[in-house]
Structures are given as structure tokens and as C-alpha cells.
């Protein structure tokens, strides 16, 4: 899907930093998978009390350096 977004130079600056991508598309692609992932852990981390859920940072550290070496 091609969408036209419109996002401020010093932000995407900082944003190929951190995902360290080869393409302007990678680091969105890459940041929107973040987002979604980030948003489901909060929906399971509500769910705490109810279930026994442990911290799951290394694992979100394991999935960034996973998709930077599949694409």
C-alpha cells in the first residue's frame, strides 16, 4: 500500500538512526511493526494479575535485531 505521510526532518533523522535501515521504507516498515507489537504487549500486560506474564524487553530487543537481518 502506498500511503503519503508527511514527517518532520529532525524525527525521521532519529528515526534511521535507531533502526539502523537501509531504506527510508525499511525504517518506516520496521517503526510501524514496533508500534503494532508494542501495542499488543500493552493489551497483554493489562491482562496482569489474571495471568502469570513475564517482562518481555529482551524479547522486543530480539525481534528488532531479528528484522534488521531478514531485510
Known amino acids: 500500500m502506498r500511503t503519503t505521510v508527511t514527517i518532520p526532518d529532525p524525527l525521521f533523522d ?3 538512526r535507531f533502526t539502523e535501515a537501509d531504506s527510508r521504507t525499511q525504517a518506516i516498515q520496521m517503526a510501524v511493526e514496533a508500534y503494532v507489537r508494542r501495542a499488543k504487549l500493552e ?4 491482562l496482569r494479575g ?3 506474564i ?8 530480539a525481534d528488532m535485531r531479528e528484522q534488521r537481518e531478514r531485510l
Open 14 to 16: 532519529e528515526l534511521l
Open 54 to 61: 513475564q517482562g518481555t524487553e529482551a524479547a522486543d530487543e
Open 50 to 52: 489474571k495471568l502469570d
Open 43 to 46: 493489551r497483554l500486560r493489562a
